[in-house]
């Protein structure tokens, strides 16, 4: 499983050039090529009665974000990169998903995104409307957070959240094509509370912590084998909450995270960890989805 080209998703406004270079440890693990997205929201191109697009509107904006793309490609141009740009007009995850289509990325890279409060309570975000309708990895790089810039490598400590599901195969896969690019991996597992409450007794519940070490302590073998630093941790509690703990006990830059795609209503009341923690995370979230080819 390579990762030869990432798309970029750009509005010029969370991700800047900065954030793209952040990206770059991304070589060391074979990354040469970049496509760059930007699309121009209907609701940002004026409209008048009768008339559709003010040309003289969108015109402006393509040539801006032309500008700045070329820009961009200069630098990464220097640094014997690969570089294809687009700029288009329309909704954003459709956009998305036809890029990545064309341009067979393995890498989706985008900002978190929200819609209106009374379309997101029917509908949800933007960012899980792109996770359900992707096959690809999404990074929710979340650049500029509350308390600042995340930081110079995103892919340096990465906090994995394993739930030995079929998910977890596909995160494991993905992380050791990522060699070069990691310094560390911490591997978290969380037993529920609601799981433990079904124990009848401590013996039992041993017997379970024991298990989950064991399996914990595999995937860290694996991960040394291929010269990773790997530790295993062990959680109890709400698995959110646990996740979102143990990347700050260990600084984390990045946490990863398995999903599978769902639909809409499936989603809203059954719930998804990841698509939740990639709608409010300060770090940036990497989903791999389990139908990822």
Same mark, same amino acid.
């Given at each position: 499983?390579?990762?030869?080209?990432?798309?970029?998703?750009?509005?010029?406004? !969370?991700?800047? @050039?900065?954030? #793209?270079?952040?990206?770059? =440890?991304?070589? *060391?693990?074979?990354?040469?090529?970049? %496509?760059?997205?930007?699309?121009?929201?209907?609701?940002?191109?004026?409209?008048?009665?009768?008339?559709?697009?003010?040309?003289?509107?969108?015109?402006?904006?393509?040539?801006?974000?032309?500008?700045?793309?070329?820009?961009?490609?200069?630098?990464?141009?220097?640094?014997?990169?690969?570089?294809?740009?687009?700029?288009?007009?329309?909704?954003?995850?459709?956009?998305?998903?036809?890029?990545?289509?064309?341009?067979?990325?393995?890498?989706?890279?985008t900002a978190r995104r929200k819609?209106?409060?009374?379309?997101?309570?029917y509908a949800g975000s933007e960012?899980?409307?792109?996770?359900?309708?992707?096959?690809?990895?999404?990074?929710?790089?979340?650049?500029?957070?509350?308390?600042?810039?995340?930081?110079?490598?995103?892919? !340096?400590?990465? @906090?994995?959240? #394993?739930?030995?599901?079929? =998910?977890?195969? *596909?995160?494991?896969?993905?992380?050791? %094509?990522?060699?070069?690019?990691?310094?560390?991996?911490?591997?978290?597992?969380?037993?529920?509370?609601?799981?433990?409450?079904?124990?009848?007794?401590?013996?039992?519940?041993?017997?379970?912590?024991?298990?989950?070490?064991?399996?914990?302590?595999?995937?860290?073998?694996?991960?040394?084998?291929?010269?990773?630093?790997a530790r295993p941790h062990l959680?109890?509690?709400?698995?959110?909450?646990?996740?979102?703990?143990?990347?700050?006990?260990?600084?984390?830059?990045?946490?990863?995270?398995?999903?599978?795609?769902?639909?809409?209503?499936?989603?809203?009341?059954?719930?998804?960890?990841?698509?939740?923690?990639?709608?409010?995370?300060?770090?940036?979230?990497?989903?791999?989805?389990?139908?990822?080819?």
């Amino acid at each position: 499983m390579k990762i030869n080209k990432m798309l970029f998703v750009s509005e010029f406004e !969370e991700l800047w @050039l900065d954030a #793209l270079q952040s990206l770059m =440890s991304l070589r *060391k693990a074979g990354m040469n090529n970049v %496509a760059f997205l930007h699309v121009i929201s209907r609701d940002k191109v004026a409209m008048r009665r009768g008339t559709g697009y003010l040309k003289q509107e969108e015109r402006k904006i393509r040539e801006i974000a032309d500008i700045r793309f070329i820009d961009w490609a200069e630098t990464l141009y220097e640094e014997g990169m690969e570089v294809v740009a687009h700029i288009v007009i329309g909704n954003i995850v459709p956009k998305i998903l036809s890029v990545t289509e064309i341009e067979g990325v393995d890498l989706i890279v985008t900002a978190r995104r929200k819609r209106a409060k009374l379309e997101e309570l029917y509908a949800g975000s933007e960012t899980s409307d792109l996770l359900r309708r992707t096959d690809k990895p999404v990074l929710i790089y979340n650049y500029l957070s509350q308390s600042g810039k995340v930081g110079d490598n995103p892919f !340096e400590r990465l @906090l994995l959240g #394993l739930d030995w599901t079929e =998910s977890s195969e *596909k995160v494991l896969d993905y992380v050791l %094509a990522l060699k070069g690019a990691v310094k560390r991996v911490d591997i978290i597992h969380v037993i529920s509370e609601k799981d433990v409450a079904k124990l009848s007794n401590k013996m039992e519940a041993q017997k379970v912590e024991r298990k989950n070490k064991k399996r914990l302590d595999e995937v860290c073998d694996v991960l040394i084998k291929e010269k990773f630093d790997a530790r295993p941790h062990l959680y109890i509690g709400n698995t959110e909450e646990q996740i979102e703990k143990g990347a700050s006990e260990h600084r984390s830059t990045m946490i990863v995270l398995g999903a599978k795609r769902k639909s809409i209503w499936k989603e809203k009341w059954s719930g998804s960890v990841s698509h939740s923690l990639a709608d409010k995370s300060e770090l940036p979230i990497l989903i791999i989805p389990a139908e990822i080819k």
